[in-house]
DNA sequence: ATCAAAAAATGACCACGGTCAATAATAAAT
DNA sequence: ATTTATTATTGACCGTGGTCATTTTTTGAT
C-alpha cells in the first residue's frame, strides 16, 4: 500500500489556493464561486473537488490562514493584564472574525470539531484562542474562584455573542467594544 | 392603492405550511426540500417563493413555532429559584435547539434582527428567551452587583457555548447541563 | 352579466455546488 | 525503452434553491 504523491498535486493545489486568494482578495469571501476558482486556476471543476472535499473545506482553510495570522500577532505582542488590554489585545481577531457576515456564520459553523482525530483548521484556531487568552489570564489580577480554564470558555462565549450582536440592527446602539468591556468586567471582576 | 389578499391566499399557504409539517414530522428539518413541499401541496414551485422570501423563511416560521411552544410552557411552569431549576426549566428549549445540527446553525444565524422593523420570528425566540430569564433572575437569589439584563444575556451566551460544545466531539466528556451548570453557578453566584 | 385592473399561480429556465465514469499523466519495475 | 499500476484530471451530468415573463383567477365597478 503505498501512497505516492506526485508533484503535479502539490503544483495544482498551489494553483488552486492562490486564484482563491486573489478572488476573496477582489470580492470577499462571500461572492467566490468555484467556477470561477477553477477557470483562473486553469483547471477542471471536478480537479477542485479532487483537491477540497467541498467549497467549505477550501473557506476553511482560507480562513484559518488569515486566522493564524491574527493569532500570531497576538501571541508576540505583551501580554495584557487588564480587562481592556485584552480586548485591545484581541481586537484584530474579532475584527476579523465579523469582517463579513458569510465570515463569522462559517466559523461558528465549524468553531467545533466534528469528529474526533479530524479537527479542521477553523476549530484548531478556536482551540488556539482559548489556550491564549487562558495564558493571559494566568498571569493577571482576575478572580480566582474557578480555574483559568471556565474563565477562558467564558470569554470566548462573551465574545461570540458580542458578535452576534454586531450583526443584530436590534442591538446595535452599543458598540461592540463596549458590549465585550461590559460582559467581561462582570465575568472576570465580579464585585459580589 | 388598494392591497386586497384573496382567501385563496391564505388557502395556498396553509397547505403549502402543511404540507411542510408533514415531510418535517417524518424526515426532519434538514432532509426537507422545496420540491417535495411544493408537490404534496399541489402547488408549482413559484408559488412556494411567492408566498415565502426564500427556503429559510420557511424555516425560520416552522423553527419559531415549536420554540414559541416551549417558550410558553416556560412562561406557565414554576419560577426556578436556583441554577439548577433554571437550567431545568429551560431544558426542553436547549433540547429542541439542538435536535439537529442544521436547527441549530438556523437558530444562530437568525438569532439577530438583521434589519430593524423586520425582526424575525426567530430573532423574536431569542428576545422572549431572553425576557424569561430575566425575569427569574430578578425574583432568584442571584448576585446584585450587575443588572439583570446582563446576566440574562450572560446566561444565553452561556446556553449557546454548552449547546455549540455538544457537537462538538473534542469536548463531549462533560454532559451539556453540566457544562452548563458550571457555566451559570460561576457566572450568577460567584464567590470571590 | 361584462369588463378592466389587480393579485396569484405557473413552469420553463438559470446558478451553482457537487458527482463519477472515462481518460490522461506519472512513477516504478523490468 | 516498454509495460504496468497508481494517481490525477476531465467535463458531462445531476440536485436543488431560486427567478420571472406569461397565464389564470379574482375582485370590484358599470
Not at 101 to 116: E, H, K, P, Q, T
Not at 157 to 186: K, N, W
Request: charged letters at 25%.
Amino acid at each position: 500500500m503505498q501512497k505516492t504523491v506526485q508533484k503535479r498535486t502539490l503544483k495544482t493545489r498551489a494553483r488552486l489556493m492562490a486564484a482563491s486568494e486573489e478572488l476573496i482578495q477582489k470580492n470577499g469571501y462571500e461572492a467566490l464561486r468555484v467556477e470561477e476558482v477553477v477557470q483562473l486556476a486553469g483547471v477542471a471543476k471536478g480537479t477542485f473537488f479532487a483537491h477540497f472535499r467541498d467549497k467549505d473545506a477550501l473557506m476553511e482553510i482560507m480562513i484559518a490562514d488569515k486566522l493564524n495570522a491574527c493569532l500570531d500577532q497576538a501571541d508576540d505582542g505583551p501580554k495584557p493584564g487588564t480587562v481592556a488590554e485584552i480586548i485591545t489585545a484581541l481586537e484584530p481577531i474579532h475584527s476579523f472574525m465579523t469582517s463579513e457576515r458569510y465570515v463569522f456564520d462559517l466559523l461558528i459553523r465549524y468553531s467545533g470539531a466534528a469528529a474526533i482525530a479530524e479537527i479542521g483548521p477553523i476549530a484548531y484556531c478556536f482551540e488556539r484562542y482559548f489556550r491564549v487568552v487562558m495564558m493571559w489570564l494566568d498571569a493577571a489580577e482576575m478572580r480566582k474562584d474557578v480555574p483559568s480554564e471556565l474563565l477562558a470558555e467564558g470569554v470566548q462565549a462573551f465574545a461570540i455573542q458580542a458578535m452576534s450582536l454586531r450583526f443584530c440592527a436590534l442591538h446595535s446602539a452599543t458598540t461592540f467594544t463596549d458590549r465585550l468591556e461590559t460582559y467581561l468586567q462582570a465575568w472576570l471582576t465580579p464585585a459580589h
